[in-house]
Each structure stands twice: as structure tokens, then as C-alpha cells.
């Protein structure tokens, strides 16, 4: 990925220096355009996958008492702790600690330890619990983030000076 990467902004170095083709565009905003959507189609498919999972009854109790605990202590420590020299309000903040990092990684990280010579029952579990904190998530910060994300916006808009338009005359 490093080489490929290398590869490609060196390409635009190229194109750019050259300008032969003054009509296409470089390659690296186009290659990130189809990586967004490539991960967004892989992002959905592993929604898919995670909804399948808990209908069939990969959903665990113990796993709805660590997603409260991740969303509710562990996350929003983590967040005042991690960007409080970073001088970020606190409005922000507490949008990055209810919010945390999108991403679904943690499925592959519990698939990769799931491949480690774990008993079956404990693999279940691990899978159950990453399952139904993940499926928690989607729940309540899908209901949860536009409403949140509107009242950020008009507290932040409230907190503004208005603007003046400048006139072109």
C-alpha cells in the first residue's frame, strides 16, 4: 500500500510537472474518490453482515453491558483525556465522546483474534459481544446524530457574530 501510494502521488508529480494532457484530470483525487466509495460499500456490507449475525442470535447480554460502558465511561474518558490540550471546546468534545471514531474495525480485529486457537465457546462470545456493541451503536447514534448534530449547529450559530455581506460594487 506504501508503494502504491508513493506510486500514485509520483504520478501526479509527473502529470503535473508535464502537463501534456491538460484536459484529464491527476489520478489521486479520483483514486481517493473511488476509495471512499469502495470503503462506504464495504462499510454497508459489513453492516449487512452484523444485522444477519444478530437476527440469527449473535447478540449477548454481556455485550449490551460493554457497549454501555464503552459509550457512557471508557469513550468519553478516553476523549477528554486524549484532546484536552488540543483545544478543542467543549461542545466538540463532548460530539467526539458520545460519537467516537467511525469505523467498523473492531469486526476485523475480533475475527483475527477469533482465528487464534480460541475455543469455540470463547470465539462465539467475543463475536457475540463485538456483534451487539457494534449493532448498539448504529442504533442509538443513528437516532441520536441528527438531532445532536442540529443543536450544535444552532448553539454554534447562536455563538456567532453576524456576518456582514460585502458587496461586489
Known amino acids: 500500500m506504501f508503494a502504491a501510494g508513493l506510486a500514485l502521488r509520483r504520478a501526479d508529480d509527473i502529470h503535473e510537472n508535464a502537463q501534456k494532457a491538460p484536459d484529464k484530470p491527476p489520478l489521486t483525487p479520483s ?5 471512499e466509495q469502495l470503503e462506504r460499500i464495504v462499510e454497508v456490507a459489513i453492516v449487512l453482515l ?14 449490551l453491558v460493554l457497549a454501555a460502558v464503552l ?5 468519553p474518558l478516553a476523549v477528554w483525556i486524549g484532546v484536552r490540550e488540543a483545544g478543542a471546546g467543549d461542545a466538540p468534545r463532548r460530539l467526539l465522546a458520545w460519537f467516537g471514531i467511525r469505523g467498523i474495525g473492531s469486526v476485523y480485529y475480533a475475527v483475527y483474534f477469533a482465528g487464534f486457537e480460541l475455543r469455540d465457546v470463547i470465539a462465539t462470545e467475543l463475536l457475540s459481544a ?8 448504529i442504533v442509538l447514534h443513528g437516532i441520536s446524530a441528527a438531532p445532536l448534530m442540529e443543536l450544535y449547529r444552532a448553539r454554534r450559530s447562536a455563538g ?6 460585502v458587496s461586489d460594487k
Open 130 to 137: 463485538v456483534f451487539t456493541v457494534i449493532a448498539a451503536s
Open 71 to 75: 459509550f457512557v465511561v471508557i469513550r
Open 31 to 35: 483514486m481517493l474518490s473511488v476509495n
Open 160 to 165: 456567532r457574530r453576524p456576518e456582514i455581506p
Open 50 to 63: 452484523v444485522g444477519a449475525m444478530i437476527s440469527t442470535g449473535y447478540w449477548s447480554v454481556p455485550g
